[in-house]
């Protein structure tokens, strides 16, 4: 009688020990990130004013238009705008640096545009293109960082 006990207090805890795991691999399946889903990451900050604009990415058809178009690009690997200032004149310019993906085509692994509030191009450096840097130097001389305005990164 006591084995029969044995066996079935066994078997009773070998099924509870079963299910048990079962139930953590079951968590641990609905709580894990499916990274075939999460193709990049992304951030905007649309707390900002820039050129007399409430909200540039949003107000700005350029540069609404640019980010809008980011999702059909597939040569890059991540793009950042940062929103600075001209010191003297109280300008706002945009530097726009692009990360690109490896490939034959692009001979830059990275570049970076500066532009004006109407979308024109100020100012650009190539990676791979040896810039002056007296050239560089004078251009960044009056410019101060003010915000990021938006990071895209693809997965």
């Not at 960082?145 to 693809?154: D, G, P, R, S």
Request: glycine letters at 2%; a negative charge.
């Amino acid at each position: 009688m006591k084995n029969v006990c044995f066996i079935l207090f066994a078997i009773c805890l070998t099924g509870t020990a079963c299910e048990r795991e079962k139930e953590l691999d079951n968590k641990e399946a609905n709580t894990s990130v499916d990274t075939t889903e999460q193709e990049y990451d992304f951030f905007e900050n649309h707390d900002i004013s820039a050129c007399e604009i409430e909200n540039p990415l949003k107000n700005m058809e350029w540069l609404k238009k640019y980010c809008k178009n980011l999702n059909e690009k597939q040569d890059f690997s991540s793009v950042r705008i940062d929103l600075y200032k001209v010191i003297d004149t109280d300008e706002h310019i945009f530097k726009i640096g692009v990360s690109y993906s490896e490939s034959d085509d692009y001979p830059f692994a990275y570049s970076e545009n500066w532009r004006n509030c109407i979308g024109e191009l100020v100012f650009n450096l190539n990676s791979g293109v040896s810039p002056n840097p007296e050239l560089v130097e004078n251009f960044m001389k009056d410019k101060e960082f003010v915000a990021e305005l938006f990071h895209f990164v693809k997965q």
